[in-house]
């Protein structure tokens, strides 16, 4: 799939921002589709067939959370990276946990909005499963032999520091809530800081400076992200 054959859907109410992605994406070779609120967004979606959806939270006729709610309830499977408020870390979450696959918050910049697009496209066109070796920088994880290497020396991480690693592997590029960790890991048992605990360990050993980190950033009260997987 090119650029050039993406359409990407933006659902905002805000004609500033709508014109700032419209002249933005434009540029990096997308095709831009408009709505001005959920109602238009959903007719756009049914009409148009976008690649992407963009999603503003705050919307004049449905909560933004609610119209996610219902394409994720009507199975819709398209990429949807929504657009919040810098503050607004519950909102954020709840969209996470809706089924949204990212977010981008108000004021951003283009780099940073295309490169979460790429990941967003390339995560939904990955067929379902784990890649067999994963690979990012100086870490490497094979995930058949359970085997993580940093510049190719093996490093030895316990049971959970593994699971964690796993998981964050599986969604390379994309931010992982501390909800879904906990849930996938101790379904959901235990507390936030005991996740904060193994992910500081966890950074001990596979960071060159465990606290200004390259591999696994801290998305702040939301969450996890492990930098995406190196392409070929």
Do not use: C
Not at 141 to 164: G, H, N, Q
Not at 215 to 224: D, H, K, M, R, S
């Amino acid at each position: 799939m090119t650029a050039s054959s993406v359409k990407i859907l933006v659902v905002d109410d805000e004609p500033a921002i709508r014109k700032l992605l419209r002249v933005g994406l434009t540029s990096e070779g997308y095709a831009v589709l408009e709505a001005v609120n959920a109602r238009a967004a959903i007719s756009q979606v049914a009409e148009e067939q976008p690649d992407l959806i963009l999603l503003d939270l705050g919307l004049p006729d449905m909560a933004g959370h609610d119209l996610l709610a219902k394409w994720r309830s009507d199975a819709l499977e398209l990429p949807i990276v929504v657009l919040s408020s810098r503050t607004d870390e519950t909102g954020i979450v709840r969209a996470l946990e809706l089924g949204a696959d990212d977010y981008v918050t108000k004021p951003f910049g283009m780099k940073e909005l295309a490169a979460r697009i790429r990941v967003a496209l390339r995560h939904r066109l990955q067929q379902q499963g784990e890649r067999p070796i994963f690979k990012t920088g100086d870490l490497s994880v094979d995930l058949v032999k359970r085997i993580v290497k940093v510049a190719d020396t093996e490093v030895k991480l316990s049971p959970k520091e593994y699971d964690i690693l796993r998981i964050l592997v599986q969604y390379a590029g994309k931010v992982i809530t501390h909800q879904h960790l906990l849930n996938q890991i101790w379904d959901g048992s235990t507390d936030v800081q005991y996740l904060r605990v193994y992910v500081r360990q966890l950074r001990q050993k596979i960071e060159r400076i465990p606290d200004q980190p390259q591999y696994i950033t801290t998305e702040t009260g939301v969450g996890y992200r492990l930098r995406e997987a190196e392409q070929n």
